[in-house]
């Protein structure tokens, strides 16, 4: 008896020790620019200073509600920090979250134009995403020896943008599914303006080795909006809404690693991690499509007739100057295809389903033969943007 007692001390003793030792789930969180990079500076007003006060926000809400969760900081002050060193941070401590936090602003000295961002790696799909990149890749040319560097990678000249085409990210899915919680917290908890999801080549995403999302606070040169993400109520409430969509991609996490002990003290409202269809649309798959005319297209389905009272979603995956062979070589075995005409082109998408789960399934098999492929909403027949 005694034995046995002792067998199940030194059983529940391990075990405390394999529990207490189990890895931590690990954050970077990247304020943007810093030391002699004030980034985008309007007046009294300097990027590097919001980056920062957003980001300790977050980092404490974090370490403050997760136990379980180490969170790093790329710099906790303003200092000056390589570009390709912040990605090495997260790389070498095994990130499962790579967070870079900015401020964005355009070429005027003022705008009216306000709203945050969330953005994914991959190849910019409209002039204002690529200038974006631009800005913000334009950083390195403060470092020394950065075309060595960087590869001859030139941040001012679109040519070498190119190479965002034709890279894979394995961890896309992951980034986007965050980006869209982290654009829900902006829009439900902050009450700022949704600009939804993005794509555009950043330098700081392209070796990170982990889901990762860049972030677009609002604009510098928008006198309401810059004067709001100055003050420290306003830092609050942006870092608050960043976190929300922490905790929520989190516990899908634990979900998918049979945990069950979420953060419960948290300071913010409670949010569901589903995203509604509508959200989806609005802050997912919109805005990482290549821009669309606002006008109604003609939508033309081969061989599926579509309940028009309900929502229906396809997978576009090719355009074309003309109409198609039914077997064409161009859809890579993909059958049956639909077309909608847009303008003079001819729009070609996969698959058609009520149920936007099945959908991005669909996109992800699509995938495999046309890496940009997207998902788009149809109703009554016509496209909804």
């Known amino acids: 008896m005694k034995r046995f007692i002792i067998f199940l001390i030194c059983l529940f003793t391990l075990c405390g020790f394999t529990f207490a030792n189990e890895p931590k789930f690990v954050v970077v969180i990247d304020a943007g620019h810093g030391g002699r990079d004030g980034g985008a500076v309007r007046g009294n007003y300097k990027e590097k200073d919001i980056n920062l006060g957003v980001a300790k926000v977050l980092g404490e809400l974090i370490e403050k509600n997760h136990k379980d969760v180490k969170v790093i900081y790329t710099r906790k002050s303003d200092v000056f920090v390589d570009l390709n060193k912040r990605a ?138 810059a004067k709001f993400l100055s003050t420290k109520s306003g830092q609050q409430k942006m870092g608050s809404a960043i976190y929300t969509g922490f905790r929520n991609y989190k516990r899908e996490f634990d979900k998918r690693q049979g945990k069950t002990n979420y953060a419960q003290n948290t300071q913010v409202d409670d949010f569901d991690f589903n995203i509604t269809e509508e959200e989806i649309e609005e802050e997912i798959i919109v805005s990482t499509t290549p821009a669309i005319k606002e006008k109604k297209e003609d939508i033309v389905t081969s061989k599926k007739t579509v309940d028009k009272d309900k929502t229906e979603y396809r997978v576009q995956f090719l355009v074309s100057d003309k109409v198609l062979p039914k077997n064409s070589s161009q859809f890579k075995g993909l059958s049956p295809v639909s077309y909608y005409k847009e303008g003079k082109t001819y729009k070609y998408t996969y698959g058609s389903t009520t149920d936007i789960n099945e959908s991005l399934r669909l996109q992800k098999q699509v995938r495999k033969k046309f890496k940009d492929a997207f998902v788009l909403k149809f109703k009554n027949g016509e496209r909804i943007k």
């Open 88 to 225: 090495a941070i997260a790389n070498k401590a095994k990130a499962n979250l790579f967070i870079s936090i900015h401020t964005n602003s355009t070429a005027a000295k003022s705008t009216n134009v306000s709203g945050a961002d969330t953005y994914i790696l991959g190849l910019a799909r409209s002039a204002e995403n690529l200038e974006v990149a631009k800005r913000e890749n334009s950083v390195i040319l403060l470092e020394d020896d950065y075309s060595k560097k960087y590869q001859g990678f030139d941040p001012n000249s679109p040519e070498s943008y190119i190479i965002f085409e034709f890279m894979t990210n394995k961890y896309m899915e992951q980034s986007l599914n965050f980006a869209g919680l982290i654009q829900k917290g902006f829009k439900n908890h902050a009450k700022r303006v949704d600009r939804g999801v993005r794509q555009a080549g950043f330098l700081v995403l392209r070796q990170t080795s982990m889901p990762s999302v860049l972030i677009e606070l609002g604009f510098i040169n928008n006198p309401t909006e």
